[in-house]
């Protein structure tokens, strides 16, 4: 079964308003998790380390008002992109490493369309 | 920095053929693991492979094999008898083995889409 849940897989949204992407480690806890963005057809592109119990660590050109992580709880971190507009229409990956192995788990995706 | 290259933007394969995909990377550092992931249409990550820098012999899963050429920096994935489900983008990725391990960020290539020829 799956490691790494990520929900909602599909989202679309109006402009200006504020979606939130959630990541959950359903097999073991995680005090990091990773959030990518993927265009159409392009690599993925790491925006930020989510760091359980303190601020998340954002990639050079990744504005941390406009994307706000949260990682409360050693399961759960959370992305929401706040204010979206249609280029923030994107698909959105989270992954989980395991410390005790070395492995690194992706979530399903969640696909954003801003209208 | 470390940077991944893949150069291959595309490649195509009859069915049953074998096919091989070039990957390169810079780093300064000498512990390291690499990574070949398969991303079908689904978009789901799937890892193919992987390789820890210390280790010389290459690694292999099934059909899949690298060629690991750490002097090189090069990293290249061999698909054998290659089969239609093949069919997908196959990232490369590095990662640091520095302090965090798997607490560390994983870096991708550009990507490289292979298509499998009936």
């Known amino acids: 079964g799956a490691v790494v849940s990520q929900h909602p897989s599909r989202v679309i949204c109006k402009s200006g308003t504020s979606v939130k992407i959630e990541c959950r480690s359903l097999d073991f806890q995680a005090t990091t998790m990773f959030w990518y963005r993927q265009f159409p057809k392009q690599s993925l592109m790491l925006m930020a380390t989510?760091?359980?119990?303190?601020?998340?660590?954002?990639e050079q050109g990744v504005e941390k008002d406009k994307f706000l992580i949260n990682h409360a709880s050693l399961t759960l971190s959370t992305l929401t992109v706040t204010s979206a507009h249609p280029e923030d229409s994107s698909f959105y990956i989270c992954?989980?490493?395991?410390?005790?192995?070395?492995?690194?788990?992706f979530g399903e995706g969640s696909r954003l369309t801003v209208l | 920095a470390q940077t991944v290259t893949q150069s291959q933007p595309e490649m195509s394969v009859q069915e049953a053929e074998t096919v091989t995909l070039s990957c390169t990377y810079d780093t300064s550092e000498s512990d390291y693991y690499l990574f070949w992931y398969k991303q079908p249409p689904s978009r789901q990550m799937i890892l193919v492979i992987r390789?820890?820098?210390?280790?010389?012999q290459n690694a292999t899963e099934n059909r899949f094999s690298v060629n690991f050429q750490k002097a090189a920096k090069s990293f290249s994935l061999k698909i054998s008898d290659s089969q239609l489900g093949d069919a997908a983008m196959y990232f490369c990725?590095?990662?640091?083995?520095?302090?965090?391990?798997?607490?560390?960020?994983?870096?991708f290539g550009t990507g490289t889409l292979l298509a499998v020829q009936p």
């Open positions: 992954s989980v490493g395991r410390v005790d192995t070395g492995e690194l788990f």
């Open positions: 390789q820890e820098a210390y280790k010389q």
């Open positions: 990725a590095y990662r640091s083995e520095r302090y965090g391990g798997a607490t560390n960020k994983l870096i």
């Open positions: 989510s760091n359980e119990g303190s601020k998340a660590t954002y």
